[in-house]
């Protein structure tokens, strides 16, 4: 078992009863040596590298923004092994333009089927603030939308290089504004809004929960954060062990830092290193889902760990043997089926009360 944060009793029988893993130590900065990816983890990785894509850090943004993605490889092993997209290929979908601070913010609405309305979850993509969109995280905002039985606002941001930090944060506040304003035009319901984000946006998605906190407007009922960037330190245990992963390593994100940063020195920002925060309280709760094989895997058990502290209601699970972008790949990972399943319980749970 993987060291990491502590966590309530029923979170372990959580963990332990559907697949992934019960957290029960703090995270230390001994690493271990690289786990192996599980079978299914693996024939994706396989695919990714035939399509040709490389490590990050390898190319320019240019060429990175224009590489195959994991998703790509994920629709690869489909076809190959024939498998369909099941419930979520009926899920109804339109692009809209939110009004931003730095212009037309490029959004998608999924709807699931059903009468409405609809609890609305505010969901931002991956990408370390500079590759990736819309089309990239597609499957997770699907499955998000039938798994929850909820509208799903799938929202873009700027990027750097061109617009560095704070531009992405600015733009996910936002895009989570217009959403409560605008719900009822979309058949949403505003009183029941969550917000949700996978690796830099799942730090879009803790970032808009405090400032709608401080702000004082709609508050969300709940907040899933998978696999977030929460820290700004590379000499964590997860970054030691899992240098050399595939497909984010710890030279890839150094690569992120030099193109979403005007400097280096603006990651140590509380916004990026949440984990140094000491105003948590008062946030919804907070489901946290890590990956092993993942750099990420410490700074985001020890922001679960921080919200516990300040008295946040917290569930965290770390899965085994699946890497960094895992999440929406469950047509062909196992335990990104059981990871979705359980945020979609999870969110189900907060957003029907």
């Keep these: 078992m993987l060291p990491s944060v502590a966590v309530t009793s029923a979170v372990v029988f959580a963990a332990l009863a559907s697949g992934g893993t019960a957290q029960t130590k703090p995270e230390t900065g001994t690493a271990q040596a690289m786990a192996t990816p599980s079978p299914e983890m693996q024939t994706v990785l396989d695919a990714l590298k035939a399509l040709g894509a490389k490590p990050l850090h390898t190319l320019t943004v240019e060429e990175a923004r224009a590489q195959p993605t994991p998703a790509d490889a994920v629709a690869v092993v489909m076809k190959d092994k024939g498998i369909d997209a099941g419930p979520a290929a009926e899920i109804k979908m339109r692009d ?19 009468a409405g309305p609809f609890p609305v979850i505010v969901y931002y993509h991956g990408g370390g603030w500079v590759i990736a969109n819309l089309d990239t995280y597609d499957a997770s905002a699907r499955r998000l939308s039938v798994g929850a ?13 061109e617009d560095v930090f704070p531009a992405a944060h600015e733009d ?19 009183a029941h809004m969550a917000l949700a984000g996978e690796s830099a946006g799942g730090n879009l998605a803790a970032n808009v929960a405090i400032m709608a906190r401080d702000a004082k407007i709609t508050q969300p009922l709940h907040q899933l954060l998978v696999y977030p960037v ?4 590379m000499t964590t245990s997860s970054y030691l ?10 030279a890839d994100m150094a690569w992120f830092v030099e193109n979403a940063f005007a400097k280096p020195d603006d990651a140590a920002d509380p916004r990026i290193n949440l984990v140094s925060r000491t105003d948590l309280s008062g946030l919804p709760p907070a489901t946290v889902i890590t990956a092993q094989i993942d750099p990420l895997r410490s700074e985001g058990m020890a922001y679960a760990k921080a919200l516990e502290a300040a008295g946040v209601a917290v569930e965290m699970k770390n899965y085994d043997a699946v890497t960094h972008e895992f999440f929406g790949m469950g047509t062909v990972v196992p335990q990104a089926a059981q990871a979705m399943d359980y945020a979609t319980s999870r969110l189900r749970q907060a957003l029907t009360n």
């Design 96 to 114: 809209v333009a939110i009004p931003g601070p730095g212009g037309e913010i490029k959004a998608r609405i999924y709807t699931p089927p059903g």
């Design 230 to 233: 929460a820290g700004n330190d």
């Design 241 to 250: 062990e899992n240098a050399d992963a595939a497909p984010l390593g710890k």
């Design 172 to 190: 996910a506040y936002a895009a989570y504004v217009w959403a409560v304003e605008h719900a009822g035009d979309f058949n949403g319901d505003a």
């Design 149 to 161: 039985k909820a509208i799903v606002v799938s929202s873009h941001y700027r990027q750097g290089p």
